[in-house]
Nanobody, 120 residues
Framework: VQLVESGGGLVQPGGSLRLSCAAS????????MGWYRQAPGKERTLVAT???????NYLDSVKGRFTISRDNVKNTVYLQMNSLKPEDTGVYYC???????????????WGQGTQVTVSS
């Protein structure tokens, strides 16, 4: 199983980006999916999560600007980021809590990371 991310890049303050992360490579059920970020010199922090039923949770500083969503048919999670600020800069990592079939073994997977840079 692998998580493949896309959608990062360079954007000016106030701009928008949409990140995508698709899970593939086996038979599984996905529980919680989420996005984390790591700024230079800082620890990786939670940005947003979404449960299989659609319940969401956000870092306080991104509430009202970022929206997490998922497509359970495509096994994909999205992060729509609006009104971006320089402090949103960092490497964004996709995370998924998977149950591997047929034995329902539980594992946590991470994507490779995608760089988001907010700068004028």
């Amino acid at each position: 199983v692998q998580l493949v991310e896309s959608g990062g890049g360079l954007v000016q303050p106030g701009g928008s980006l949409r990140l995508s992360c698709a899970a593939s490579g086996g038979r599984f059920l996905i529980d919680v999916m989420g996005w984390y970020r790591q700024a230079p010199g800082k620890e990786r922090t939670l940005v947003a999560t979404i449960s299989s039923g659609g319940s969401t949770n956000y870092l306080d500083s991104v509430k009202g600007r970022f929206t997490i969503s998922r497509d359970n048919v495509k096994n994909t999670v999205y992060l729509q980021m609006n009104s971006l600020k320089p402090e949103d800069t960092g490497v964004y990592y996709c995370n998924a809590d998977l149950w591997l079939l047929p034995h329902y073994d539980n594992f946590e997977y991470w994507g490779q990371g995608t760089q988001v840079t907010v700068s004028s």
